[in-house]
């Protein structure tokens, strides 16, 4: 059975801090990955997706992905108040099967 | 564009009454999903269409639940009877392509209270 893990934190950094969040998974022959972005009351939102090993940057969000290992993590640099928020990992095994999303981890950036 | 539709956003009903949640997904999307959050359980894929054929409903945690797509733009998720447990927020999402390959782009949700 396919399945994401997710610690569910609470992960609490200070503002201006690095947030780090990880993500494993149970199957090798996973294809995409994503990181989804959910404040409370509200619906998920796709802030970064990352398909091969290696760093993807996109402004203060760098996504890092490990096969070999089956982790993938998000990092946020330079944390604001306004990035708490649950982040969801969700993983692709086979192009044609829907994504399998972790529980999340809340994160709280204290001012 | 208008993004993902929901409705209704609120739900309250009571025990052994029937629900019908609706969605309109974005145009030109081939793909539909029904989720259900609960904190205790996260995000729960419920059913999966592509190009309106239901693909994967393996999540769909019992006859009392079913769902259709009768169109590319509308699909709705039905309950009956509903019971307390399946107290929710329920999602729906559409993406581009078939699967998981491509970005899911998630309506406001329905939050539903079965009293």
């Known amino acids: 059975q396919k399945e994401v893990e997710q610690n569910s934190g609470p992960l609490s950094v200070p503002e201006g801090a690095i947030a780090s969040l990880n993500c494993t998974y149970s199957d090798r022959g996973s294809q995409s990955f994503f990181w989804y972005r959910q404040y409370s009351g509200k619906s998920p939102e796709l802030i970064m997706s990352?398909?091969?090993?290696g760093d993807k940057e996109d402004g203060r969000f760098t996504a890092q992905l490990n096969k070999a290992s089956q982790y993938v993590s998000l990092l946020i640099r330079d944390s604001q108040p306004s990035d708490s928020a649950t982040y969801l990992c969700a993983v692709n095994w086979e192009g044609n099967t829907p994504l399998v999303f972790g529980k999340g981890t809340r994160l709280s950036v204290i001012a | 564009d208008a993004g993902v539709i929901q409705s209704p956003r609120h739900e309250v009903t009571e025990m052994g009454q029937e629900v019908t949640l609706r969605c309109k997904p974005i145009?030109?999307?081939?793909?539909l999903f029904w989720y259900r959050q609960t904190m205790m359980r996260g995000l729960e894929l419920l059913i999966y269409?592509?190009?309106?054929?239901?693909?994967?409903d393996s999540g769909m945690p019992e006859d009392r639940f079913s769902a259709k797509m009768p169109n590319a733009s509308f699909s709705t998720l039905k309950i009956q009877p509903s019971e307390p447990r399946d107290s929710a927020v329920y999602f729906c999402?559409?993406?581009?392509?078939?699967?998981?390959?491509?970005?899911?782009?998630f309506g406001p949700g329905t939050r539903l209270t079965v009293l």
């Open positions: 269409f592509n190009n309106n054929v239901p693909i994967d």
């Open positions: 990352i398909y091969s090993n």
């Open positions: 999402a559409s993406s581009p392509a078939g699967g998981g390959q491509d970005t899911q782009y």
């Open positions: 145009s030109g999307h081939n793909s």
